[in-house]
């Protein structure tokens, strides 16, 4: 019988040939010219990150020294405001609005500039630079003003007014808010108060409708001699218009109602940045709102 298998041993096989064959091929040598475009674009992108960093470190820079000469401006008009130095009060301000000009240099004059005695919110100390946010193009900047009073009661209270400024020819000057800044007009409707607000103001008017409309209810309750009609509506317009607050401080104009009750914005007296400062903020209104409504 013949064999049909052929048997072999480890010895009797090729083993180095088989390895050979199992071996990867050695990798193509990586072409010259590729090492030379890499290098390149390597190149480039360390010099375009060195650019960049340049020019934010420059933006950086110039948002810096804009800051401070803000900031220098500002402290200029506070001791315009303090020493009642009209000169100096009339190269900080910006003329491109006549009536707002006028309107900024008659508070200077009658010491309201920052004080908000008609309103019951007397000045105690000297304002405070809370923050500075510059445009993109680094030519107007709003700054927040931390202004401190006492109140009617006599205790203290804090408000916050956002002021704008813009670049003039030799100095940052304090300047008239463009519409986009005090937004479109709202109204709101009470049982006895119909408010007419700009939107920036939107959300502590909506809040003072509701409370000062309470205190129109409660004189109609607690003053019998009041007789309020069931239609009474006082109309109270919050305005943008800085002469307003001069009016306030005039006797024969502060609560005429023959248009409407004209009182100032809760941005140009100042916002409350807590309960308390609500609490005075309401009853610096609620004064001539119910007076108006008496006279009425």
Not at 15 to 29: F, G, T
Request: with cysteine; proline share 6%.
């Amino acid at each position: 019988m013949s064999d049909q298998f052929n048997w072999f041993t480890d010895e009797d096989t090729d083993w180095e040939a088989i390895e050979s064959l199992l071996e990867p091929a050695p990798a193509r040598p990586f072409p010259r010219r590729w090492w030379w475009v890499t290098a390149v674009a390597l190149a480039v992108l360390a010099a375009g990150g060195l650019i960049f960093r340049q020019i934010d470190q420059r933006v950086e820079t110039a948002a810096a020294n804009t800051t401070t000469d803000i900031k220098s401006s500002f402290a200029l008009l506070l001791q315009a405001v303090e020493n009642n130095d009209a000169d100096l009060f009339t190269t900080l301000i910006s003329g491109s609005d006549a009536s707002w000009t006028a309107a900024q240099e008659q508070l200077l004059a009658e010491g309201l500039f920052f004080d908000r005695q008609p309103l019951g919110l007397t000045a105690a100390a000297a304002p405070e630079l809370v923050s500075v946010v510059t445009a993109p193009d680094l030519r107007a900047a709003e700054i927040v003003v931390a202004q401190h009073f006492t109140d009617q009661e006599g205790q203290p209270v804090s408000l916050q007014q956002t002021l704008v400024y813009r670049l003039g020819r030799t100095r940052w000057l304090l300047a008239p808010p463009r519409s986009e800044f005090w937004g479109d007009w709202q109204t709101g409707n009470g049982r006895y108060l119909m408010l007419a607000y700009r939107r920036r103001d939107e959300a502590i008017a909506q809040r003072l409708l509701a409370d000062l409309d309470a205190h129109l209810a409660a004189a109609c309750h607690d003053l019998a001699d009041l007789n309020c009609p069931d239609d009474l509506n006082l109309s109270v317009r919050l305005a943008s218009d800085p002469a307003v607050l001069t009016k306030l401080a005039d006797p024969q104009t502060r609560f005429d109602v023959r248009y409407g009750l004209i009182l100032p914005s809760p941005s140009l007296i100042g916002e409350p940045v807590d309960e308390a400062g609500y609490e005075a903020l309401q009853a610096a209104y609620a004064v001539p709102v119910v007076s108006a409504a008496i006279g009425q």
